[in-house]
């Protein structure tokens, strides 16, 4: 088996990795991503069966984010008449 080197969005930039991962499923077994957290390569979303490629540039997105609120803001539109 053959390893690629691929670079992978961690933190604020991309890190070079070797892996021996022939496709995004077997990729994020190896690097424990979420099998929820989308994949992109080279900006494009990718699905579990694609087949990595040496060179690729991979990022993993999660949106998970729970929580927060919700607010509404109403700005009440004044109309003046003449007249009154």
């Keep these: 088996m053959s390893t690629k080197t691929v670079k992978i969005l961690s933190g604020g930039g991309f890190v070079t990795k070797e892996t021996r991962a022939e ?3 077997e990729l994020r077994e190896e690097e424990g991503i979420n099998s929820n957290a989308s994949a992109a390569v080279g ?3 990718v699905n579990n069966s694609y087949q990595l490629q040496e060179g690729d540039i991979i990022a993993f997105v999660s949106n998970d984010k729970t929580g927060g609120q919700l607010s509404l803001v109403i700005h009440p539109h ?3 008449s003449s007249g009154r």
Excluded: A, I, P, W
């Design 23 to 25: 496709t995004m499923c």
């Design 43 to 45: 900006g494009v979303n």
């Design 78 to 80: 004044l109309h003046s």
